[in-house]
């Protein structure tokens, strides 16, 4: 049983951009201070948050441990669930503990890659996107009208986006015994950061 049908992934995919795209987007998310303007802001807007980086490299990587379909599948629900909890924020639908969620997700999927953990696609792409959630709200809760919101979007996107391949790419490394190695201890590098953040919160 899986999530999304691999006939549907470009459909999801176009989905999560017009809902970005929909979104009034600008300066700063959770964890940057007034960035504003066009598609260089919204490019290095991802870029400037530790704890956004280890979540999107995170699902990247467990997608490629788990299997080619997961490897697409996981970095696609991402963004979309993103996406609509990015609506919930800009609406000012209240979420309970969203820095503890964002805190969270570097642990948890830090763990799921260090501990080789394989569950059925389904279960990885529900605790994805869970997670999703948080990030989203947390981005469109804290980010004001923008003049430049459509090119601040896609490159926000893009940026994401590349993130995901990056632990796409250090995800191919399980075809090694060694790389395997490397995979794990590169999901207890993202758990202890994610710890970190969690530590600072509480």
């Known amino acids: 049983m899986t999530i999304l049908k691999t006939t549907g992934c470009g459909k999801q995919v176009a989905l999560g951009l017009l809902c970005f795209l929909a979104l009034p987007l600008t300066a700063g998310a959770h964890s940057a201070d ?15 948050g530790l ?72 279960v990885a792409a529900v605790l994805v996107g869970f997670f999703a959630v948080f990030h989203g ?8 009208e923008s003049a430049n919101a459509m090119m601040f979007s896609i490159g926000f996107v893009i940026s994401t986006g590349l993130l995901h ?6 995800g191919f490394l399980v075809k090694w015994p060694w790389g395997k190695v490397a995979i794990r201890a590169g999901g207890t590098v993202i758990a202890a950061v994610g710890f970190a953040f969690l530590f600072k919160i509480l």
């Open 137 to 144: 709200h947390a981005h469109g809760t804290e980010l004001p």
């Open 165 to 170: 391949l990056a632990g796409i790419g250090f």
């Open 34 to 48: 007034g960035v504003a303007g066009g598609f260089a802001s919204g490019f290095t807007h991802p870029l400037t």
């Open 51 to 122: 704890d956004h980086i280890v979540a999107m490299v995170a699902v990247g990587l467990w997608g490629a441990f788990l299997g080619r379909q997961a490897m697409w599948t996981l970095p696609v629900v991402f963004p979309v669930v993103m996406a609509l909890g990015g609506v919930l924020g800009v609406m000012g639908v209240p979420l309970p503990g969203v820095e503890t969620g964002i805190a969270a997700s570097g642990v948890i999927l830090g763990a799921m890659v260090a501990f080789a953990a394989r569950p059925p696609l389904w």
